[in-house]
T-cell receptor, first 112, second 113 residues
Framework: DAGITQSPRYKITETGRQVTLMCHQT?????MFWYRQDLGHGLRLIYY???????DKGEVPDGYVVSRSKTENFPLTLESATRSQTSVYFC???????????FGPGTRLLVL | GQQLNQSPQSMFIQEGEDVSMNCTSS?????WLWYKQDPGEGPVLLIA???AGELTSNGRLTAQFGITRKDSFLNISASIPSDVGIYFC?????????????WGLGTSLAVNP
């Protein structure tokens, strides 16, 4: 099924563990984004990528690492998870010529 | 980081009523986007606006790009239960501005059947 997918949809982990959230899009969009959504804060940009091997920090990048070796994939890694990283994480993508972003279904992460 | 001022924060209305919400900023934007997020899902684009004064409809939804370019409005006519969700506005200032959207905090809509 074409579009943008995220995995896993739900994840429970413990403080200090490494966690990787996956994002895959089939549209060949050049731009990809990672957001976290928390009550009272709306959507906050963590990292974004303009193309393969080009990434840049967003508003709240601390504690996260991204990579983009292929256009279609944009994994987000929490190197040492903390309770404050409990959140809903959304991946999004868009073409270079337009600002409209298309979102995945989200990953709900609980850090115990 | 910068955010848009979106209001109201929440609304509880009766089915059939019309709904209005807006987003304002102290800065000028070149693009305004309106998204809806259903419970447990990612945001989905409703309407995109690219020109000051533009009025665009999508079914029962109508959105406008303010003529000052500092605000945008979304109206929903004759609300139905499936309109429940969170509505977000997002704006973009144009090329050279890090290609990032600025987001409002959302308007949570509840509809009483």
């Amino acid at each position: 099924d074409a579009g943008i997918t995220q995995s896993p949809r739900y994840k429970i982990t413990e403080t200090g563990r490494q966690v990787t959230l996956m994002c895959h899009q089939t549209w060949s969009h050049s731009y990809m984004f990672w957001y976290r959504q928390d009550l009272g804060h709306g959507l906050r940009l963590i990292y974004y990528s303009a193309a393969a091997d080009i990434t840049d920090k967003g508003e709240v990048p601390d504690g996260y690492v991204v990579s983009r070796s292929k256009t279609e994939n944009f994994p987000l890694t929490l190197e040492s998870a903390t309770r404050s990283q409990t959140s809903v994480y959304f991946c999004a993508s868009r073409v270079s010529a337009q600002e409209t972003q298309y979102f995945g279904p989200g990953t709900r992460l609980l850090v115990l | 980081g910068q955010q848009l001022n979106q209001s109201p924060q929440s609304m509880f209305i009766q089915e059939g009523e019309d709904v209005s919400m807006n987003c304002t900023s102290s800065s000028i934007f070149n693009t305004w986007l309106w998204y809806k997020q259903d419970p447990g899902e990612g945001p989905v684009l409703l309407i995109a606006l690219y020109k000051a004064g533009e009025l665009t409809s999508n079914g029962r939804l109508t959105a406008q790009f303010g003529i000052t370019r500092k605000d945008s409005f979304l109206n929903i006519s004759a609300s139905i239960p499936s309109d429940v969700g969170i509505y977000f506005c997002a704006g973009h200032k144009g090329a050279g501005n890090n290609r990032k959207l600025i987001w409002g905090l959302g308007t949570s809509l509840a509809v009483n059947p």
